[in-house]
């Protein structure tokens, strides 16, 4: 499974690094990164959180 970021969704609310640092990034100028595209099996639970609680619905699983 592999996670992204559309930015143009994004508002940088921070939500889904919150969930998980480790996977999602901010920058110094508030742009998302995604740290580790390649979900690890042990971290879909959060990565599937992180998607689902996004506000803008700006993550995608796939
Ligand atoms: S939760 Fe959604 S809107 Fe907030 S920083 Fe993450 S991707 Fe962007």
Redesign the pocket.
């Known amino acids: 499974m592999k996670v992204s ?3 143009d ?11 998980a640092p480790d996977v ?1 990034e ?1 920058d110094d100028e508030d742009v ?1 990164h995604i740290v580790e595209a390649e979900v690890a099996p042990d971290r879909l639970a959060d990565v599937e959180t ?1 998607v689902s ?7 995608k699983l796939q």
């Open positions: 970021v559309d930015l969704q994004c508002e940088a609310n921070g939500i889904c690094v919150g969930i999602f901010l998302l992180a609680q996004c506000p803008k619905a700006a993550l």
